[in-house]
């Protein structure tokens, strides 16, 4: 943590977060861009999900719902992780002092080695193609973890205004 | 603003619950505030599957009027939520909310919103529109509450 200091003030300091800070518009319009960016795409993977779990769509085959949304997700997530690191770059010393920070990394990769295992392990077996209506165990699964560890990552964002260090 | 109006919010504001609120530890804001991000996640997310089905891009193969129902129960679910949590945030301190613009200009396009959505999801559902209808009607809804989304976030800036 304490390495990430220097870069941290290096950051805030160089022209692209002063002007980010002190732009009248700047922050909000990146912070908005944030919340609604996140709002499509982590809702979608969470939409996906639900289908997983059996609780959306269960006539639609699964393959079929990971494959034409996931562009759409991943073009969202995008936006939210260049829209993420322009917040950081304004403000990267209060932020990444925050406990808050540290967890919703944990959160974002476990979501991501999730993500990683439904998509190279799980999804490649042949049994999923075309399966219709309850899916097998390991799936809900991924599906479970998936919803879970993506609203931690929205928990963990939102707190870091509000738990500013560790106690 | 109307003084039956400011009696309310004077009343709310001097209120058991709006006390409770405004004087409890800072989490329970927080709390309401991830709240409203999960409905607006909720909200948003389904409502992006009705448009982009609607627009022919993901499902084509599929009726949409079965994929619209299936999302407008979520995003229903989304608006509760969304709303609920909105609802408690407000009663914490009414008076900084009512004369705040931003907050004036989230209410209405929530109205609107919510009133385009019964019409249009009602008569998407039943696939009663023609196609261009639909196009324009998701179009339209999906501006709207970015808007309102855009309005929240400015709440805090104005």
Same mark, same amino acid.
């Given at each position: ?167 | ?42 909200? =948003?997310?389904? =409502? ?8 022919? =891009? ?101």
């Amino acid at each position: 943590m304490w390495s990430l200091q220097p870069l941290a003030e290096r950051l805030e300091q160089s022209s692209l977060g002063t002007a980010i800070a002190e732009s009248r518009y700047a922050f909000p319009v990146i912070e908005g861009t944030h919340l609604l960016g996140l709002a499509i795409s982590v809702g979608l993977i969470i939409l996906i999900d639900l289908r997983l779990v059996g609780l959306l769509l269960r006539d639609v085959p699964a393959r079929t719902l990971v494959t034409q949304l996931r562009p759409y997700a991943l073009w969202g997530y995008a936006i939210v992780v260049i829209s993420g690191v322009l917040l950081l770059w304004s403000e990267a010393t209060s932020v990444i002092a925050s406990p808050a920070w540290t967890f919703k990394w944990i959160f974002m990769a476990l979501a991501g080695i999730n993500a990683l295992y439904f998509e190279f392990i799980v999804a490649r077996r042949p049994l999923v193609d075309g399966d219709q209506g309850a899916l097998p165990r390991d799936l809900k699964a991924a599906g479970l973890a998936s919803i879970s560890l993506w609203t931690l990552v929205i928990v963990c964002g939102r707190l870091i205004a509000y738990l500013p260090r560790w106690p | 603003m109307s003084r039956t109006g400011t009696e309310l919010l004077n009343v709310l504001q001097a209120s058991r619950l709006s006390h409770a609120i405004a004087k409890s530890n800072h989490l329970l804001i927080a709390s309401l505030q991830i709240v409203h991000v999960l409905g607006i996640t909720l909200l =948003l997310a389904s =409502l992006c599957l009705i448009t982009l089905r609607l627009w022919g =891009l993901v499902l084509a193969e599929r009726s949409a009027a079965q994929v619209v129902r299936e999302a407008s129960a979520l995003l229903w679910l989304g608006v509760v939520v969304a709303i609920g949590s909105g609802a408690f945030m407000f009663i914490g301190s009414p008076r900084h909310y009512a004369y705040n613009p931003a907050f004036e200009v989230k209410m209405t396009l929530i109205a609107l919103a919510i009133v385009a959505e019964l019409l249009f999801l009602r008569a998407a559902a039943a696939g009663r529109l023609p196609r261009i209808a639909l196009k324009l009607g998701a179009g339209l809804s999906l501006s709207l509450w970015l808007a309102v989304g855009v309005a929240g976030r400015a709440i805090g800036f104005v």
